[in-house]
């Protein structure tokens, strides 16, 4: 079974400020990382994914997440916040045997101020 | 591309009747679509998947004659919540595998449907 903790349920920072939110996974297979945005009363947007290959994974609007195996982390990353980056920010999991099932942590929810 | 969309996006309804809500892949075909609900402030939980043809299968605890799940085709699922209370009252989003795409791994999600059951 594959399962997602996220800490820090919500984070702030100043814009123009490094963002870092906080994932860590378990899985017993290798597994596929994934980070989601979602802004108020909408659906799910892909940020950034990891299957396999380079570890170091760029994705939309500026943001990189780092799969390091060996601390079981897949933190996001963006070394300089927007306003446009207040929204909640769901990390998730699924394996290639689990039928495409993903596995959401709890969400973080960023904040930025002026 | 990868488009996916759901109707209604809000829908008011009344205790003890049933609401439909569809999920359409626009650009794809989805043999496979997911449901999940979301409550104020949580994170997504998955009710089931649905393939298309056949059966859907639930998860643990969603209660399969309440939440009637229909995939009649490449494009369309449906959910219906029968008898609705207001505890079922929630954000609910679908999500569709693509076909043809050699990722298998990626779900595109909706926009979801925002129920209140008065």
């Known amino acids: 079974a594959q399962s997602v903790t996220q800490l820090g349920s919500h984070v702030s920072v100043s814009e123009g400020a490094l963002v870092l939110l906080r994932c860590n996974y378990s899985?017993?297979?290798?597994?596929?990382l994934f980070w989601y945005v979602q802004y108020p009363n909408q659906g799910l947007q892909l940020l950034l994914k990891?299957?396999?290959?380079?570890?170091l994974v760029k994705g939309i609007n500026g943001f990189e997440a780092e799969f390091k195996k060996s601390e079981t982390s897949f933190h996001l990353t963006k070394p300089s916040a927007h306003m446009s980056d207040a929204a909640e920010y769901f990390c998730?999991?699924?394996?290639?045997?689990?039928?495409?099932?993903?596995?959401f942590g709890s969400g973080t929810r960023l904040s930025i101020r002026p | 591309g990868a488009v996916v969309s759901q109707h209604p996006s809000r829908v008011i309804c009344k205790s003890g009747t049933s609401v439909k809500i569809e999920c359409r892949s626009l650009d794809f075909q989805a043999t496979t679509m997911f449901w999940y609900r979301q409550f104020p402030k949580q994170s997504l939980m998955l009710m089931a998947t649905s393939n298309e043809g056949s059966k859907a299968t639930y998860e643990q605890g969603v209660e399969k004659d309440k939440f009637l799940i229909n995939h009649a085709s490449l494009t369309l699922s449906t959910l219906t919540v029968t008898s609705a209370h207001p505890e079922d009252s929630s954000f609910y989003i679908c999500?569709?595998?693509?076909?043809?795409?050699?990722?298998?791994?990626?779900?595109?999600f909706g926009p979801g449907t925002r129920l209140t059951v008065l």
């Open positions: 990891y299957t396999t290959g380079a570890t």
């Open positions: 998730a999991v699924t394996t290639y045997s689990s039928a495409s099932k993903i596995i």
């Open positions: 899985s017993s297979v290798p597994p596929y």
């Open positions: 999500s569709a595998r693509d076909r043809g795409s050699v990722s298998t791994d990626t779900q595109y």
